[in-house]
């Protein structure tokens, strides 16, 4: 699950014009089009985890390859974020929205058919793509329609109940339909969704201007590279791959180096450098990272467990995750209002402590038996966790920025978050062996890295 990408324009700037004259109706028809767009995104990281066994049983595929599937995504996604954002404020928010929503519908349509595992993982990354092309424009569009600040306020805390509902919905969907048609099923879902979004933001509504900023496509091409070969390393490193590891690993810091050279001297940096040096940037990067990097460990690793050691079918597996994915449905509202009174940060410090007491509980379960209302224990202070944390990232992200800069710094939170998603699933895939001792171990490492990133974040802002 990724939170909302800011591409936010000013109030009063070109959105004010662009929704003059609208309806209500029209303006509320567009929002859940968009709603339904990130929704569509959403789905699309959860609904595949319960469908993890029958993927490796169906193709044969190694855990490996099953972090594969998974991370192609987030890789793409993550790594192109830092450009989508330029891509749809030079070609128009609402051409980057559409291109991505059909590319999606036609990926997960040919994901549907995928003969083997790595055809699978190309065509996940392709999702990944068209995941990024239409979520940072997806804000730009929701700032347009609703140019007042508490009437974007409202507009963006009903685009957050109903994407987080892709959480709650996720893993029950996916069960239901690998138990109807198997794996193949949770594809062809996004079908019908990507022609019900783009049938409701048809029309002027859904408009955003053309606009003159360049993009450095090479310094993202090594982004991109940086991020695929440190994901490789991890993964073949978990595997006991040791060539494998090294050889990607050499590979990641030398495009990596590329990125920082081509970034130094570069007139479209990807990375801003007024962004990346405002105050508290750094606590609000990384409060993103860890929330992602824990949530996408755990499911990864639960998945496999609840079918594999509770002999779950994939419709219980997606029962059992309800105490997690149904708070980030209902809490944002609630959230919102926190951070209203109080502010962001303790509503983050919050979902950060709770994530970390989810997953330390999770390791418990294990090395007690794995009983279920001990798990469920765990599920649900993960799921409060995250439906504190991400909503209040938003809010923390915009107050940090500097002035006509949300949208670059909304685009490099996501980005990073999904980084943590890529290294989560990549780290905690590595530590599960043969044992419960191992699986233990792999669930611990998210609640360790909680607590710290909770220790730093604390003392970041009373530095601040």
């Known amino acids: 699950m990724a939170a909302p990408v800011l591409g936010a324009a000013p109030a009063g700037s070109a959105g004010s014009a662009g929704s003059a004259g609208l309806s209500a109706a029209t303006r509320l028809r567009a929002l859940l089009g968009i709603s339904l767009g990130y929704f569509m995104v959403l789905l699309d990281t959860t609904v595949l985890s319960v469908a993890e066994p029958d993927v490796a049983s169906s193709l044969g595929s190694s855990t490996a390859g099953l972090q594969w599937a998974v991370t192609g995504y987030s890789v793409a996604f993550g790594a192109l974020l830092l450009s ?10 609402h051409r980057a929205f559409r291109f991505g929503i059909a590319a999606f519908g036609a990926g997960s349509l040919l994901s549907a058919f995928a003969p083997d595992i790595w055809t699978l993982v190309l065509l ?47 893993p029950l969907v996916g069960g239901v339909l690998v138990d ?22 048809a029309g002027r509504a859904v408009y955003g201007p053309r ?49 920082v050279r081509r970034e130094r001297r570069s007139p ?10 405002a105050r508290g940037m750094g606590a609000v990067l990384l409060a993103g990272a860890t929330v992602n990097f824990a949530m996408l460990g755990v499911l990864f690793l639960l998945p496999l467990l609840l079918q594999g050691e509770l002999g779950m079918s994939p419709t219980m597996a997606g029962l059992a995750f309800l105490p997690m994915t149904l708070p980030p449905g209902f809490n944002p509202l609630l959230t919102g209002r926190i951070v209203a009174k109080v502010g962001p940060w303790k509503p983050v410090l919050g979902g950060l402590v709770l994530l970390a007491v989810g997953c330390a509980v999770f390791a418990v379960a294990v090395l007690c038996g794995t009983p279920y209302p001990l798990l469920a224990v765990g599920l649900l202070a993960a799921g409060f966790g995250v439906s504190f944390a991400l909503p209040a990232l938003i809010t923390a992200v915009v107050t940090t920025a500097p002035d006509g800069s949300a949208g670059a710094a909304g685009g490099l939170l996501n980005a990073v978050r999904q980084v943590g998603a890529t290294v989560g699933v990549a780290v905690t895939g590595a530590f599960v062996g043969g044992s419960d001792g191992g699986l233990a171990v792999a669930l611990l490492v998210p609640a360790v890295m909680c607590a710290l990133s909770a220790v730093l974040v604390r003392r970041s802002r009373a530095a601040g």
């Open 84 to 93: 989508a954002g330029a891509a749809a404020d030079r070609y128009g928010a």
């Open 124 to 170: 996940r990354a392709v999702l990944g793509v068209a995941a990024a092309a239409c979520v940072p424009a997806s804000m730009a569009l929701i700032t347009r329609l609703y140019p007042e600040p508490a009437e974007r306020a409202r507009a963006v805390a009903v685009w957050a109940a109903v994407s987080g509902c892709a959480m709650a919905f996720g």
């Open 180 to 201: 109807l048609a198997g794996w193949r099923a949770v594809f062809l879902v996004n079908v019908p969704l990507a022609v019900l979004v783009l049938g409701l933001v």
């Open 211 to 259: 606009g003159e900023r360049r993009i450095d496509w090479w310094a993202q091409l090594a982004a991109c590279a940086t991020l695929a070969l440190a994901t490789d390393a991890l993964i073949a490193l978990g595997n006991s791959d040791w060539m494998q590891a090294s050889s990607a690993g050499v590979g990641a810091v030398v495009a990596g180096v590329g990125f």
């Open 268 to 277: 479209a940096p990807v990375l801003q450098p007024a962004v990346l040096r």
